[in-house]
């Protein structure tokens, strides 16, 4: 920040948190801090949309739906990347964050991604174990009504109550995928999710549309906008101010957060001042802020001086194909997500790699347009071809654990600015050693459960997309030593006591399971323990 603008900007009144983004990790905190009295501002970069926004109901939905959640202009969004191959970085800025565009599969970590050093000599240990968090996975599986079944799942953690609402039934491509793993040996269960299959808690039961990504018109899924947001706003203690961009946050003489500095929605500076602060952006976004936010005491960066804000960088390893079989199956009808495989989740010992991952049935994206774009060809031979695989596909995705690598990181691109003239974050993220061995057995095994289940030819071969996975983690990972963490056990900054991290950004490892459900349950454990400090006059 400028000393010019620093005289010029304007103040806001105080308050007791203010927490940088409302997705899946801000929200959830929001929730738990608001409901024990505590005044809650949360800065969102994006607006907050309604359901009036998505075009699902319209009969160009493919073409219109899509764009619902784009930025007023791509420099917002803009970032740069340090890897061979283009890194596909996906995102939705808004009040409800990433959720607004999530499929909404919710499974839980296993207990032995908690102790992955203590256990195989590779990587770290959470400071938490599976069992400390499990309370919390429960918590937030009930308030979305999630649905599911660890009923055939020989792979299951343990849980201390069952899923609120049943699983969704399997649609025709799930069914013959089903068959398929039978053969195989393999366990394909219905897949947990965000969408209850019944009314819950004054929300109706998902109808199955497969639309999830571009926004819930009803709002079945249980996106943190429609699930977290609610119950913070009816104690009136939250104010939620959008298209709000934060760029630093301010430190005291003390080296303790002061205050957030943010562009509002007319481009003017503000400052939002607070007793506590937490960060809930992304993987990418909270490392950014971090770095942005210099001063003579933190010259690295803020909570930096581990030197590892932005470092050992993970997603998920996405693999996607799809195949044709000859029946009509059409695979579209349904939730987007169609079943998961849990086979290959831990270390194998005849394999030359650690860890493993999961086998995602997926039903999404195959209506006419989706399924024409992705087929070869053009006039009368590619019209040829929609009419013979229209309705006979059905497609696979990946989630293979990325074993954390300090060479993989987020930075500064200072020579890119975004629309509000801040360096970009700058992506660097390859596939290691580990990680090639492991997609090229992911590639193998879906080659096998094609085969399996009878289909007639492959129609895209298993392929690696870098960022398809959207799952980002690790850049501001927990920990006890500060010197190779950057925040304890409840996400708490090791260097500024009153600064918090809620997002996957301090995932120690990734797991193969997708990341929002962590998230939450990092979330309201985090709060509960912000609560609790508060009151012992700690923070």
């Given amino acids: 920040m400028s000393m010019t603008s620093f005289f010029w900007q304007k103040k806001e009144a105080p308050v007791d948190v203010c927490i940088v983004g409302a997705g899946a990790g801000g929200a959830a905190v929001a929730k738990v801090l608001t409901e ?29 739906a899509p764009h619902v959640f784009d930025p007023p202009t791509p420099a917002r969004d803009r970032y740069t990347w340090g890897s061979k191959r283009w890194f596909n970085y996906t995102r939705v800025k808004g009040v409800g964050g990433s959720t ?69 039934p399997w649609n025709c491509g799930s069914q013959v995928l089903k068959k398929g793993a039978n053969k195989l040996g393999w366990h394909l269960i219905p897949s947990p999710v965000a969408m209850p299959s019944q009314p819950w808690r004054g929300r109706p039961a998902a109808t199955g549309c497969g639309t999830c990504r571009f926004g819930c018109l009803i709002r079945a899924k249980g996106s943190a906008d429609v699930v977290f947001i609610p119950a913070a706003e009816a104690t009136g203690n939250l104010t939620i101010i ?39 952006g992304n993987a990418i976004e909270t490392p950014r802020l971090l770095l942005l936010s210099q001063s003579n005491r933190f010259r690295r960066g803020l909570a930096n001086s581990s030197g590892i804000v932005g470092r050992y960088f993970m997603e998920h390893l996405a693999v996607f194909s799809w195949a044709y079989f000859e029946q009509r199956l059409d695979a579209y009808k349904g939730i987007p ?14 394999h030359d790699f650690s860890r493993g991952f999961a086998l995602e049935v997926n039903n999404g994206w195959q209506w006419p347009i989706s399924v024409a774009r992705r087929l070869p060809g053009w006039g009368m031979k590619h019209k040829q071809r929609m009419q013979e695989v229209f309705g006979h596909l059905v497609g696979l995705g990946s989630v293979g654990e990325q074993l954390p690598d300090r060479r ?45 289940a009878g289909a007639a030819e492959l129609v895209i071969e298993p392929t690696y997309t870098p960022g398809g996975s959207s799952h980002y983690m690790g850049t501001c990972r927990m920990g006890t030593d500060p010197a190779n963490s950057v925040v304890n056990q409840w996400g708490q900054t090791h260097d500024v006591p009153n600064l918090f991290i809620a997002d996957s950004s301090i995932f120690s490892t990734g797991g193969s399971v997708n990341p929002t459900l962590t998230i939450q349950a990092l979330a309201l454990r985090a709060g509960e323990h912000i609560v609790a400090e508060i009151k012992r006059g700690q923070l």
Avoid: C
């Fill in 337 to 350: 997500a169609g079943g998961v495989i849990h086979d290959f989740y831990e270390t194998n010992p005849a």
């Fill in 36 to 64: 024990a009295g505590l005044k809650v501002v949360i800065l969102e970069a994006g607006p907050r949309f309604n359901p009036g926004q998505y075009t699902t109901w319209r009969p160009d939905f493919e073409v219109t």
């Fill in 242 to 280: 959008s298209n709000a961009m934060a760029h630093e946050i301010m430190v005291d003489k003390r080296g303790r957060a002061r205050s957030v500095i943010y562009f509002d929605e007319q481009g003017q500076e503000r400052e939002q001042p607070a007793r506590l602060i937490i960060v809930a």
């Fill in 408 to 452: 993989n990181r987020v930075e500064l691109d200072r020579r890119v600015v975004d629309s509000y003239g801040l360096p970009v974050p700058h992506i660097t993220n390859e596939p290691r050693e580990n990680d090639r061995r492991l997609i090229a057995d992911i590639q193998q095994k879906m080659k096998q459960l094609w085969d399996a």
């Fill in 100 to 168: 607004l565009a999530f499929v909404g599969v919710i499974p839980r970590l296993h207990p032995s991604d908690f102790r992955l050093h203590s256990g195989e000599g590779i990587a770290v240990d959470w400071p938490l174990t599976y069992d400390e968090l499990e309370p919390y996975y429960t918590q937030v599986e009930q308030l979305i009504g999630a649905s599911g079944t660890d009923d055939g799942n020989p792979f299951a953690p343990r849980r201390s109550k069952p899923f609120p609402t049943p699983p969704h």
